[in-house]
């Protein structure tokens, strides 16, 4: 008589899926960097599992219908080259939950980092009134404002009428329309007069070049989120030549263009751009005070 198999723990398909991923060279860089994280995103939202008590069940067995749709879904992000969050729907940004898919660039941005210090020490975070996030795709950054910021008021802008629907969804999510304001506008263009203490952006910045090169994963993503003409720089020009008129005294923007970096500092040579650092890693972040900004204006 045959023996029954036992069912395959947590822990088990999370390491079997590493190993498929690993195998398949998959490209990580859509908010995991690694086979294993990777893995557990996928199979902890297909055994409908909270990714955050994971450590307490590696042991759980798995009963046979989830563990095939857990390996379903691996075998699905290698066919087809899905980022896992297109997958799963959802990701992590300044330690909040947001719902993503392809009609936004998935978050991913070191800019977490400094919206969770609440943008200390460039500002002062009880004089914060207004900001502008430019380009706000999911609208992470907007609600990742809004909540390190609670007595502000944030306009968030895109020109993508999609990515303004998934905007909408993830600020009712987290309560907080009454001080989002969601607008469609072409960088400043139905901004008006309006002038905010904070402009951040996570812009288009890839050039021609480089989106060419983008392994399979990135063309999953709106191209209008990343494509910025020959030198990436299309998008960061219109910023930096508009800003300084949107800003209020002692205000400052924060940009984020990547690898895009070093085009940047040629193309600006004489602006005194402070380019930050961050202790979770990733750069090509800088920040200009509305005073710096006047000789560009």
């Not at 060419?212 to 998008?235: I, K, T, V």
Request: charged share 25%; proline share 6%; hydrophobic share 45%.
């Amino acid at each position: 008589m045959t023996k029954p198999r036992r069912p395959a723990s947590l822990g088990e398909l999370i390491a079997a899926g590493a190993r498929r991923l690993a195998r398949a060279r998959v490209h990580f860089g859509h908010g995991t960097d690694n086979a294993w994280d990777e893995s557990a995103a996928l199979v902890l939202h297909a055994v409908r599992r909270p990714g955050r008590s994971v450590a307490r069940g590696y042991s759980a067995p798995i009963g046979a219908r989830a563990a095939a749709a857990a390996r379903a879904l691996i075998e699905e992000r290698i066919r087809r080259r899905v980022p896992a969050v297109y997958l799963t729907g959802r990701t992590y940004f300044a330690g909040l939950e947001f719902r993503v898919d392809p009609r936004v660039l998935i978050p991913r941005s070191p800019l977490a980092e400094l919206i969770e210090r609440a943008f200390a020490p460039w500002v002062r975070a009880t004089r914060v009134r207004r900001l502008l996030d430019l380009g706000t795709g999911s609208a992470c950054i907007a609600v990742a404002c809004a909540k390190a910021f609670p007595a502000a008021r944030v306009d968030a802008v895109d020109l993508s009428d999609a990515a303004l629907e998934v905007a909408r969804a993830n600020v009712r999510r987290h309560r907080v329309g009454a001080r989002v304001r969601l607008l469609k506008s072409d960088h400043f263009s139905a901004l008006g007069k309006a002038r905010y203490d904070i402009i951040v952006s996570n812009p288009p910045y890839v050039g021609a070049r480089e989106l060419q090169a983008l392994p399979p994963e990135y063309r999953h993503e709106p191209r209008m989120a990343l494509a910025a003409g020959r030198a990436g720089l299309d998008s960061v020009r219109i910023i930096l030549r508009e800003a300084g008129r949107h800003l209020r005294p002692h205000g400052i923007l924060v940009v984020e263009v990547g690898n895009s970096e070093r085009a940047v500092r040629r193309a600006f040579p004489r602006l005194p751009f402070t380019w930050l650092e961050f202790e979770r890693g990733g750069g090509g972040v800088f920040l200009l005070t509305a005073e710096q900004l006047r000789t560009v204006a």
